[in-house]
T-cell receptor, first 112, second 109 residues
């Protein structure tokens, strides 16, 4: 079974630039999560989708972050404009109703 | 507000030296508590799910237990390949998930 695919693996941008991350979840998984993991900390939930609807985006900084999940499959997370404190690993995870969450390898973002 | 606290932050063991990691939680309506292992540069990898106080799960050298306030991950006779960061996460009846900051385990040969 293919796992959760994320791209790119690494990204370096200057502050105030924009960046987008892509996630392809495991086939058939209705729930998709985006997490931000700052070095030395646990993952922090940014947004949770159920199919193509948003379940929880309470911790998403909506002035600069946006996410979409068109057709309830792939998802993109965008940051515009980026700040230095956005440097982190962005993890995508997916799950079905009766399974645990499966994580991708993440995208490491460095904002300089 | 849901809270998850893991201790210790870091743990160094000699190969074969058993120990336990702690995950204390305060949530309104626990649906499940999850343990994950995370290796450097990778996403978390699922280990266990515990649903109710008194439940225990085992896998190789790892055993997870759950009470109403905390969970323990017991590591018996660890090997160097058990070195990783261990994360716990709580999922609530409201559908929210919260991770702790993890315990980084180093096992020396």
């Amino acid at each position: 079974e293919a796992g959760v695919a994320q791209s790119p693996r690494y990204k370096i941008i200057e502050k105030r630039q924009s960046v987008a991350f892509w996630c392809n979840p495991i086939s058939g998984h209705a729930t998709l999560y985006w997490y931000q993991q700052i070095l030395g900390q646990g993952p922090k939930l940014l947004i949770q989708f159920q199919n193509n609807g948003v379940v929880d985006d309470s911790q998403l900084p909506k002035d600069r972050f946006s996410a979409e999940r068109l057709k309830g499959v792939d998802s993109t997370l965008k940051i515009q404009p980026a700040k230095l404190e956005d440097s982190a690993v962005y993890l995508c995870a997916s799950r079905s109703l009766n399974t645990e969450a499966f994580f991708g390898q993440g995208t490491r973002l460095t904002v300089v | 507000e849901d809270q998850v606290t893991q201790s210790p932050e870091a743990l160094r063991l000699q190969e074969g030296e058993s120990s336990s990691l702690n995950c204390s939680y305060t949530v309104s309506g626990l649906r499940g508590l999850f343990w994950y292992r995370q290796d450097p540069g990778k996403g978390p990898e699922f280990l266990f799910t515990l649903y109710s106080a008194g439940e225990e799960k085992e896998k190789e050298r790892l055993k997870a237990t759950l009470t109403k306030k905390e969970s323990f991950l017991h590591i018996t006779a660890p090997k160097p390949e058990d070195s990783a960061t261990y994360l716990c996460a709580v999922h609530t009846n409201a559908g929210k998930s919260t991770f702790g900051d993890g315990t980084t385990l180093t096992v020396k040969p």
